[in-house]
C-alpha cells in the first residue's frame, strides 16, 4: 500500500513552460496529494534548438541551478529536471543542493536496459540525441551491460507538434515505434512531450517507455523512501 505524501512539496524544472502541464498530467495520477511548484523558461529551449547540436549553453545550466536552489528554499522535497537535452545539469547541481534531485528521463532508461541490450531511442530535437544517447549508456553502464542505441530522429514530428498539429505529431511517431520495434528489445521516448501517444500506442511488440509516467513514478517511490 502507498504512504500518504500529504505536506510533501514536489519542485519540477522545465525548458519549456508547456511541459509542466504535461507532466502535472501524470501528478495528478501517481501523487495527488502532493504540491507541485513548476519553474520553467522558455528561452532555455529557444537557446538550446538555437546552439550547434551536442553544445548546451553555459547559461542554460546556470539557470537550471538558479530555479533548483528557487524550489529548494520553497521547501521541495525533491526537484525533478523534466528536460532531456540537458540532462547533465542534474549531475551538475546535486552537489551543491541539500535536497534530492532526479532526472525525469532515467528511469525509463533504467527499465529499458533491463529488458535486453538493444535499445530504440525516438526523439523529435536534434539537440536532444546526444545528451540522450548519453544518459542511456550510462544506465547500461551501471547495470552492468553493453547497450546497443539504435537512435530515430523525426524533426518533422516537433514541426507538426509546434505547428498546431499534434494528431500528425503522433501519427508520424507511431509509424516510427512500429519500424523501430522490429530491431530493438525496449524503446524510450525521448522527449516528455511524447508522453501524449502512451493511449494510442495499443499492443507493442516491444515495452515502449515515456519519462513523464516513469520518472513521476520514480520520484514517488523516491518520496516514500525518505519517510
Do not use: W
Not at 45 to 66: C, E, H, M, W
Not at 174 to 185: A, M, P, T
Amino acid at each position: 500500500m502507498s504512504k500518504d505524501l500529504t505536506g510533501k512539496k514536489l519542485g519540477i524544472i522545465h525548458a519549456a513552460v508547456f511541459t509542466a502541464s504535461v507532466v502535472q498530467k501524470y501528478v495528478d495520477e501517481i501523487m495527488p496529494e502532493v504540491t507541485v511548484a513548476h519553474a520553467g523558461d522558455d528561452s532555455v529551449q529557444n537557446t538550446n534548438l538555437a546552439s550547434p547540436v551536442g553544445t548546451i549553453p553555459k547559461a542554460n545550466y546556470r539557470k537550471f541551478v538558479t530555479f533548483a536552489g528557487f524550489l529548494e528554499d520553497y521547501g521541495s522535497n525533491l526537484i525533478l529536471l523534466a528536460c532531456s537535452t540537458f540532462n547533465r545539469a542534474v549531475e551538475y547541481a546535486m552537489p551543491m543542493m541539500n535536497v534530492p534531485m532526479l532526472q525525469i528521463d532515467r528511469p525509463m532508461m533504467d527499465l529499458a536496459v533491463r529488458d535486453g541490450r538493444r535499445v530504440g531511442l525516438v526523439a523529435t530535437l536534434a539537440s536532444t540525441v546526444p545528451s540522450s544517447e548519453r544518459l542511456l549508456r550510462l544506465a547500461g553502464e551501471e547495470a552492468g551491460r553493453t547497450v546497443e542505441v539504435k537512435t530515430v530522429l523525426s524533426e518533422e514530428a516537433f514541426k507538426q507538434l509546434r505547428a498546431g498539429h499534434p494528431e500528425k505529431h503522433n501519427e508520424i511517431l507511431l509509424d516510427e515505434i512500429d519500424r523501430l520495434s522490429k530491431e530493438v528489445d525496449a524503446i524510450v521516448l525521448a522527449q516528455v512531450s511524447m508522453t501524449a501517444l502512451e493511449p494510442l500506442l495499443g499492443a507493442t511488440r516491444v515495452p515502449v517507455y515515456n519519462s513523464g509516467r516513469t520518472g513521476v513514478t520514480r520520484a514517488r517511490e523516491m518520496l516514500e523512501a525518505a519517510l
